[in-house]
């Protein structure tokens, strides 16, 4: 009966658009929801979650939604790690942007993150958020045994939260503990990682990986 496009399809949710992307009008919105739930078994019904002029699919499972009040959704992994760096989700989302406002100057966006990696006053927007597990206190695997080593001699319990990064000798250290020095290196390395999470959809070969060494150099950085 219909040709649409599919967009993001869930366990629970689909999405479509036309094939010549033009609107929905209100009418045909809720006819459609209407004729779903004609043929659905009695019990299961499908709701009207919204109309959105935009979606941006980075993966399956994760993808953003632009409603027609141009309030902006982030679904999926990639975008709700809540031990990602604020600093880094802030970049995700100023990728979006540049996508939702159709700009596109995604390389301005990934060398204004790798300038303020290369000067740091702050650390709390470049602090990973991790929990005190029994598995912490008493773990032997390495990442266990370095939050262990970081909140040595200190207060801290079994399920607090402590922010860290790492210092330029690859140990960890409490964000309250931030002289002035961090590990660029590594920074710069989720900074890359987190670009790629776009590979699907914009060209990330324009993104250095200022993590290698030969990049280093090219920034001064030892």
């Known amino acids: 009966m219909y040709d649409f496009i599919l967009g993001p399809v869930d366990t629970d949710s689909i999405s479509i658009c036309k094939q010549d992307f033009s609107e929905f009008s209100k009418e045909e919105q809720y006819k459609l929801i209407a004729e779903i739930n004609d043929i659905l078994p009695e019990l299961i ?7 959105f002029p935009k979606i941006i699919i980075t993966a399956a499972k994760n993808y953003i939604l632009k409603d027609e009040n141009s309030k ?16 880094l989700k802030n970049f995700m ?10 700009t596109f100057d ?17 650390i709390t927007p470049w602090c990973s958020k991790k ?20 909140i ?5 319990v079994e399920g607090d939260k402590v922010h860290t990064f790492y210092l330029p000798d690859d140990t960890l250290c409490l964000k309250e503990n931030f002289k002035g020095e961090y590990n660029k290196r590594r920074l710069l390395k989720r900074l890359y990682d987190t670009a790629k999470i776009f ?19 090219e920034l001064g950085v030892e």
């Open 45 to 51: 019904k499908y709701e009207h979650d919204g109309y």
């Open 199 to 217: 590979k699907n959809i914009i060209d990330i070969n324009e993104f250095k990986n200022y993590s290698l060494k030969k990049n280093l150099k």
């Open 93 to 102: 989302k100023d990728i979006i942007n540049e996508i939702l406002n159709e």
């Open 72 to 87: 902006i959704t982030y679904k999926g992994s990639s975008f709700k790690d809540s031990k990602k760096e604020p600093a």
């Open 131 to 150: 929990t005190i597990t029994m598995k912490v206190l008493e773990g032997t695997r390495l990442n266990e045994t370095n939050i262990a080593d970081a």
């Open 106 to 122: 995604y390389l301005s966006v990934y060398n204004r993150y790798r300038d303020e990696i290369l000067h740091i006053t702050d």
């Open 152 to 156: 040595e001699e200190t207060e801290y």
